[in-house]
C-alpha cells in the first residue's frame, strides 16, 4: 500500500517556475515507478512524466520536454516535478501515481495503482 501526497502548486505568472513535490508513505517506493498526470477543467486527465524505480529513465509527454523534469529521491520517498517557462494551458490540477507492476503502457492512467490528491497549478498572465 502506498499513499501519496503533492504540494507545491499555486499561482504563477507566466515564464514562471514552480516545484512539485508528492511523498510516499509505504516501504516499497523505490520499486515503484512513479508518473505526474494533470488535468484541466472539462478536460481528460493526461499524462506529464514517469521516471522508473531507479531514476536512470525519464519520460515526458511533448508539451513538456524541455521545461518539465521529473526527479525522484527515495531515500526521502519522494518524487519532484520541476516546472519552468509555465504557460496558461499548463494550467491544470496535478497528480502523481504510482505504479507497482512496471506496466510498458505508463502514459494511461490504468497503468497506475496509486494516487494522490492532487494539487492545483494556475499560470497566468
Known amino acids: 500500500q502506498v499513499q501519496l501526497v503533492e504540494s507545491g502548486g499555486g499561482l504563477v505568472l507566466t515564464g514562471g517556475s514552480l516545484r512539485l513535490s508528492c511523498a510516499a508513505s509505504g516501504r516499497t517506493f523505490s520499486s515503484y515507478r512513479m508518473g505526474w498526470f494533470r488535468q484541466a477543467s472539462g478536460k481528460e486527465r493526461e499524462f506529464v512524466a514517469a521516471i522508473k524505480w531507479s531514476g536512470g529513465n525519464t519520460y515526458y509527454t511533448d508539451s513538456v520536454k524541455g521545461r518539465f523534469t521529473i526527479s525522484r529521491d527515495n531515500a526521502k520517498n519522494t518524487v519532484y516535478l520541476q516546472m519552468n517557462s509555465l504557460k496558461a494551458e499548463d494550467t491544470a490540477v496535478y497528480y502523481c501515481?504510482?505504479?507497482?507492476?512496471?506496466?510498458?503502457?505508463?502514459?494511461?492512467?490504468?497503468?497506475?495503482?496509486?494516487w494522490g490528491q492532487g494539487t492545483q497549478v494556475t499560470v497566468s498572465s
Open positions: 501515481a504510482a505504479d507497482g507492476q512496471s506496466r510498458a503502457f505508463y502514459r494511461s492512467a490504468s497503468a497506475y495503482d496509486y
